[in-house]
Structures are given as structure tokens and as C-alpha cells.
T-cell receptor, first 109, second 113 residues
Framework: DAKTTQPPSMDCAEGRAANLPCNHSTISGNEYVYWYRQIHSQGPQYIIHGLKNNETNEMASLIITEDRKSSTLILPHATLRDTAVYYC??????????FGKGTRLHILP | DTGVSQDPRHKITKRGQNVTFRCDPISEHNRLYWYRQTLGQGPEFLTY????????KSRLLSDRFSAERPKGSFSTLEIQRTEQGDSAMYLCASSVLAGFEQYFGPGTRLTVT
């Protein structure tokens, strides 16, 4: 079973920051937090991952709480192309991915 | 394009027929994964290879399913005696050995009538 809990859906206005929460209260010390997204009819796409520290790349920022029991993915300026299902995953670095149902993010024009 | 490719993109077959899908990973990626995704669900892990060795198989992979990666490059997934419950998107992903990111292909959508 997936080790994460995410809201089933969220809305965000175009141009605003999209903040997607994830709970992973049973995360182990050697497990990373990963985010993938899946745009309709495409394969999942890697976004970002982190262990303890906050991370940022060209796509998004990942904020992990100090106790590592939850995290937030931030898309700083959401566009219509960001409409997708976003999966929060915890896993050891090179292990298989166990997906949950994710959060369906709707970007509203 | 140097991403993961899958062939065919769509397959319609009648119940009881055999089907085979192909996945070409990113060049020099040692690991290759197969996942299955049904409507409204996240992808489910099926199996993975490290080079030509099949290292793990999910209990979802019944004896009607077989996967190979004969030369450590492309992989095939065969389903024998297809059933309507096999209708799904079959996704392939690859990664470098002990790498963090898995790169997914576009998937093969199977419809069993």
C-alpha cells in the first residue's frame, strides 16, 4: 500500500502558486520523498525529490517538515499545462515506485 | 528523441489471444521497470530488470504474464490468453543503476474485447 495521503483533488488559479500537500507520517529514515506527475494520456514525469532539506529545481520546490512527516510541493506560477495528477511517493532511492491515487490538480483560467 | 519508447501505443485484442509489448529504455540505463495502470488508479509495479536479470516480480504478475530483457537493452512483456481484466495501460520506465529518477515511456493501452 502507498505510504502517503494526499487530497483527491485541488483547484488553483492560473498564475498563482499551487501548493500540494502530502502526509507521510510513517516515513523511515532512509526513505526519500518524491513527486511525479501524470498529464492525461502520458506516462508519469519525475518532478523533484528530497530527504530532509528543502529542494528547488526548474519545475518546483519541495518543502519537507522538520519531523519529515509531511511535505508540500509548490508550483510557483501555475499554468494550464500543469493540470495533471500529482503523486507523492516515499521510497528508498532506487527501489520500485509504489503509487497511490495522487491529487488531481485543476488549473483554472 | 532519446526518451523511453514503447510499441505499440494502442492494442485491441480479443479475449484469449496473446499479445506482446516492447519497451526501449534510454540508452545505457541499467534498470527497466514495467507498471500497469487501470482507469482512475495510480500505476502498479509489475516487475523490473537490472541489465538482463529479472530481479523482482509483483504478485500481480500471474503465470500468464512473462517479461524478458534478453540482451539488457529492450524488453518485452507478453500476456498469454488475455482476459478482459487485463485491459489497462502498460507503462515502462528506465533508470540508471541506483539512480533516483525513473523515466517513463508513453505507455501501451491494451483493450481486451
Amino acid at each position: 500500500d502507498a505510504k502517503t495521503t494526499q487530497p483527491p483533488s485541488m483547484d488553483c488559479a492560473e498564475g498563482r502558486a499551487a501548493n500540494l500537500p502530502c502526509n507521510h507520517s510513517t516515513i523511515s529514515g532512509n526513505e526519500y520523498v518524491y513527486w511525479y506527475r501524470q498529464i492525461h494520456s502520458q506516462g508519469p514525469q519525475y518532478i523533484i525529490h528530497g530527504l530532509k532539506n528543502n529542494e528547488t529545481n526548474e519545475m518546483a520546490s519541495l518543502i519537507i517538515t522538520e519531523d519529515r512527516k509531511s511535505s508540500t510541493l509548490i508550483l510557483p506560477h501555475a499554468t494550464l499545462r500543469d493540470t495533471a495528477v500529482y503523486y507523492c511517493i516515499v521510497r528508498v532511492g532506487d527501489d520500485k515506485i509504489i503509487f497511490g491515487k495522487g491529487t488531481r490538480l485543476h488549473i483554472l483560467p | 528523441d532519446t526518451g523511453v519508447s514503447q510499441d505499440p501505443r494502442h492494442k485491441i485484442t480479443k479475449r484469449g489471444q496473446n499479445v506482446t509489448f516492447r519497451c526501449d529504455p534510454i540508452s545505457e540505463h541499467n534498470r527497466l521497470y514495467w507498471y500497469r495502470q487501470t482507469l482512475g488508479q495510480g500505476p502498479e509495479f509489475l516487475t523490473y530488470f537490472q541489465n538482463e536479470a529479472q530481479l523482482e516480480k509483483s504478485r500481480l504478475l500471474s503465470d500468464r504474464f512473462s517479461a524478458e530483457r534478453p540482451k539488457g537493452s529492450f524488453s518485452t512483456l507478453e500476456i498469454q490468453r488475455t482476459e478482459q481484466g487485463d485491459s489497462a495501460m502498460y507503462l515502462c520506465a528506465s533508470s540508471v543503476l541506483a539512480g533516483f529518477e525513473q523515466y517513463f515511456g508513453p505507455g501501451t493501452r491494451l483493450t481486451v474485447t
